[in-house]
């Protein structure tokens, strides 16, 4: 990681330029009031969907009894985490997968070839996704969440989302349209915490990256 400076913003922006997912609609700021134009004060509302940009996606995304954010355990959020990169591939299986060693506990987030995705400002179709059995192994590993740098682990040809669904079950939230181009595979601390509203199946967060080393309460 040399001399690069910590926390690391793994966060799109949420801008006229951001890709959306088909369906989605597109987020809009809204200026309310402004300063500039003779008002007392500045004020603006945001109108945005829960899976646009980079977000979080509940158990309840996908399950009807699934958890849903505010019922997950803060822990879900915030934690060690290990980059890993899977660049070069259309898919990734489970043979990219059975040898990796990832410490229990810890968030896996997928680096892929979507990370130069990201800021096109179209969704592309072609991204790299997860299969089933990949993310089963990737279960095995007890995360805390998996999370990779596009809208979606499954491919967009389909509606049973099998490998979302596998981690859904097992009662784990999964983070995607992570902004991983510049991050160096290897071991750091991870927040990413959801808007606190009752019975939300999803939401925009701001991710970060922490150095690996900080591991206290207070010491980020």
Known sequence: MGTRRFPLDITVSIDGGLAVYPGDAAPRVHRVSSIAEGAALTASSLELGCHVGT?????????????????????????????????????ITAKDVQSLSVPAGAHILLK????RFLKQGTFRDDYCCVTPEAAEIL??????????????????????FPAHMAVARRGLPVFVCLDLADVEPGEYRFSAFPLKIPGLEGSPVRAVLFAGEIVEAGKV
């Open 55 to 91: 977000h979080v996606d509940a158990p309840s995304h996908f399950l009807r009894d699934g958890a849903a954010l505010d019922q997950l355990p803060l822990a879900h959020f915030h934690g060690p985490a290990q980059v890993i990169d899977m660049d070069g591939r259309d898919a």
């Open 139 to 160: 279960l095995g590993l007890a995360p805390l969440s998996i999370g990779i740098d596009y809208y979606s682990l499954d491919p967009p040809d389909g509606d049973s």
């Open 112 to 115: 892929t070839k979507n990370s």
